[in-house]
């Protein structure tokens, strides 16, 4: 499975961004689909996960009320639409699949990786 993540940018604190997501995989709707997000000098963490059919998510506390994870499993692809975005979101967000649906904020348990789409949020 091939991840493609795109959307990231610069914006002001406040602004918005959604981040996308396609996958490769004919089966994309067998995958669990998480984000997760890397800081200079800090571990990668997670951001929100979705279960195949979008009916289990769950979102870190700092992502609850201002970002929303959504996919369309007709076109393969994950969203993160990211609300009023604070300068402390800037990081790398990577998209993530796994196989089945176990643990969607476990970063172990992901079997596949997106290259990483670049946020940057001036203050």
């Known amino acids: 499975v091939q991840l493609q993540a795109s959307g990231g940018g610069l914006v002001q604190a406040g602004g918005s961004l959604r981040l996308s997501c396609t996958a490769s995989?004919?089966?994309?709707?067998?995958?669990?689909m998480g984000w997760f997000r890397q800081a200079p000098g800090k571990e990668r963490e997670f951001v929100a996960g979705i279960t195949w059919n979008g009916g289990s998510i769950d979102y870190s506390d700092f992502a609850k009320g201002r970002f929303t994870i959504s996919r369309d499993n007709g076109k393969s692809t994950v969203y993160l639409q990211m609300n009023n975005l604070k300068p402390e979101d800037t990081s790398v967000y990577y998209c993530?699949?796994?196989?089945?649906?176990?643990?969607?904020?476990?970063?172990?348990?992901?079997?596949?990786w997106g290259q990483g789409t670049l946020v940057t949020v001036s203050s």
């Open positions: 993530a699949a796994q196989y089945g649906s176990s643990w969607l904020d476990n970063q172990y348990k992901y079997e596949y």
């Open positions: 995989a004919r089966t994309f709707s067998n995958y669990a």
